[in-house]
């Protein structure tokens, strides 16, 4: 928290002073002093009526210790948008320009422009300043830390199915919320900047657009919401079923496409950005877009396979270089739907993550999975290989509560509470069970959608469930350990408990495996 605090202060010192006189946007930009105190940043209205810098976000390259792209939207075409970079001893030394892409949103006819700047050749484990700025407008600042290079300590988190911060729903004539928001969508976010990581990933559903009268204003809201934390960390996405809408691109992801530049994974310009890997320290993260392979019928429109395998034949390629790669201890999974659940009444295990990425998480030893997609938190046991039944029971290798070993299994962790207005928390079997959706048949009109077909099964994997709370985030911290003996990863799951990041500790811990070098 120190560190993140620090980061921030600089903007009010040094490095803010060498973007005056630079001639950026219209407005005035001068400093403010006063006794005791360094120089502060101030801005004049631009006066130009240009539109601001909007949702100000951050997201790693493939290599985190050295690339960085800085984002924001309009909707309105700007001139020379660019990115301004340096370090807090020396100022704003580097000039980048930002790619704008676009797309036009078929509900309201909309054309979003989104600007993207990419800054490479940064050191590793090292603080920078940007400012973000179009022609006629003030800069929006902030701060960044590259990751380490290398086995070094560092800290992320996690959570999926936030939504937008509300007070109410959506109420006959009254205008609340019509895409499952709550107040704690808006409280999760000032938690995880209290907490400070490095980087966040949200396990997908991230504003529920494809729920809302209004698809643009709930995208807008959700960014604004979360340039608090996403300015000064990388919130990095998995794609969920509510980033799927209809109209928006041949397999409705149009909107999360464009808002969002990821590491290049070099499948098809339609498939983009919907899988993608990155590297921080010693731990590769694999991004999966699950609707490929899931069976329920939960989006906009029905999508399951749309890759034709190719998201597959690119896990396959991804797992084994990270297993080759002896700079790699870790392998974590972020997607949104999941493979376990002991929730009645809800979305349930899918069959398809079973049958399709389970084989390939077992055989290249995943450490973790983080997901979302049912309302709650949940915690499997480490698991490796499934039964031979209908529902592929995944099978548990050992039930130790405190300290696991990954290299003999994969735990799934589901991390659903990030502030939708549907929370599952409540709806647990009493001892646990699954229901598994093993397909999908005709569209029924009652419910809009594929009716899904659930098979119930026991739950041997079950480790952990939070019946008492609606809401919360998970803390990794990572401990590279010595040359010759283990790492380990405490996990921290934190109940979000109200204003200001409000939380208390739910439970706690400890991933192990053999450190590779």
Known sequence: MDDAISRRTVLTTGGAAAIVGAGIGAGGVSLLGSPGRGPGLWTQPAGSGAQPVGGLHLQFGKDASSEVVVSWHTTDTVGNPRVMVGTPTSGFGRLVPAETRTYRDAKSTTEVRVHHARIDNLAPDADYVYAAVHDGTNPELGTVRTAPSGRKPLRFTSFGDQATPTLDRLKKASYRSDNLGSPAAGDITTAIERIGPLFHLVNGDLCYANLAHDRIRTWSDWFDNNTRSARYRPWMPAAGNHE??????????????????????????????????????????????????????????????????????????????????TRVDWVIVCMHQTAISTSDHTNGADLGIRQEWLPLFDRYQVDLVVCGHEHHYERSHPVRGMLDTETRTPIPVETRPDVIDTSKGTVHLVIGGGGTSSPSNTMFFPQPRCRVLTGVGAVDPTIGCRAPRYVLEGAPWSAFRDADNAYGFVAFDLDPGPPGGNTSIKATHYAVNGPYGATSVVEQFTLTRPRRG
């Open 244 to 325: 799927n809408e209809l109209g928006n691109g041949p397999i409705g992801f149009a909107a999360y496409q464009t808002y969002f530049t990821v590491p290049d994974s070099g499948s098809a310009a339609e498939f983009r950005g919907l899988w993608y890997s990155f590297t921080a320290g010693s731990v590769r993260v694999i991004s999966l877009s699950n609707d490929d392979v899931c069976f329920q019928d939960a989006g906009n429109f029905y999508v399951h396979g749309y890759s034709g395998g190719a998201q597959k034949r690119w896990l396959e390629s991804e797992l084994a270089n990270a297993r080759a790669d």
